[in-house]
């Protein structure tokens, strides 16, 4: 399986600020990888997807970028509220079936 | 949207004894659900994909025999851990893919249990 890799450290940002998440994987590209955001205590819900051979995706404030060269995902918050305090979860499909497999995810905390 | 239902949302047990955790697809139909665990601070852990009308498939390293899946329905899976003990203390949640969807299309999860073995 991958390793994947999402700043344990929880990002701490100004309201109305930009902020900006890494998501890293190790081994084969997938053929996409999606984002999700948790709040505490419940499941997650998602966000975007990015296939392998897009660039860019963008939602409202939510940008993802895709970069299968770096094996790296960035995800993107745009003028940020405190009300996008949450966990972001990167997760990649694994197998033909759909089956993903989530990074830890990294807290945001957005102060007014 | 997509609604998936979990119960109970939290469950205390002794020791021993068995818990079952159900999840639902409230307003579409689900072939395939899939059943995780997650310790604070770390990721979600996939433990088996409940496919509705046949067997469980478990990841490695998780017990067939005590962590019971029954995907009985095409909106009803459930997950029944037997003889609990305190290391299987977690916070389990489902999640569910539209059956008009696609293998790619996003997961819908419930809100998760909050399970707690004394």
């Known amino acids: 399986s991958q390793k994947i890799e999402q700043n344990s450290e929880a990002l701490n940002i100004q309201e109305g600020k930009t902020a900006t998440l890494t998501c890293n994987y190790t081994n084969y590209s997938p053929a996409y990888l999606q984002w999700y955001r948790q709040d505490p205590g419940r499941g997650p819900v998602f966000l975007l997807l990015?296939?392998?051979?897009?660039k860019e995706k963008r939602k409202e404030r939510l940008k993802v970028t895709f970069d299968t060269t770096l094996k790296q995902s960035l995800f993107h918050i745009t003028a940020s509220q405190p009300a996008d305090s949450a966990t972001y979860l990167c997760?990649?499909?694994?197998?033909?079936?759909?089956?993903?497999?989530f990074g830890a995810g990294t807290q945001v905390v957005v102060t007014p | 949207g997509a609604v998936v239902s979990q119960h109970p949302s939290r469950v205390i047990c002794k020791s021993g004894t068995s818990v079952k955790i159900e999840c639902r697809s409230l307003?579409?139909?689900?072939?395939?659900m899939f059943w995780y665990r997650q310790f604070p601070k770390q990721s979600l852990m996939l433990m088996a994909t409940?496919?509705?009308?046949?067997?469980?498939?478990?990841e490695q390293g998780v017990e067939k025999d005590k962590f019971l899946i029954n995907h009985a329905s095409l909106t009803l899976s459930t997950l029944t851990v037997t003889s609990a003990h305190p290391e299987d203390s977690s916070f389990y949640i489902c999640?569910?893919?539209?059956?008009?969807?696609?293998?790619?299309?996003?997961?819908?999860f419930g809100n998760g249990t909050r399970l707690t073995v004394t």
């Open positions: 999640s569910a893919r539209d059956r008009a969807g696609s293998a790619d299309s996003p997961l819908h």
């Open positions: 990015i296939r392998e051979n897009e």
């Open positions: 307003d579409f139909q689900a072939t395939t």
């Open positions: 997760a990649l499909k694994t197998d033909s079936w759909g089956k993903l497999q």
């Open positions: 409940s496919n509705e009308g046949s067997k469980a498939t478990y």
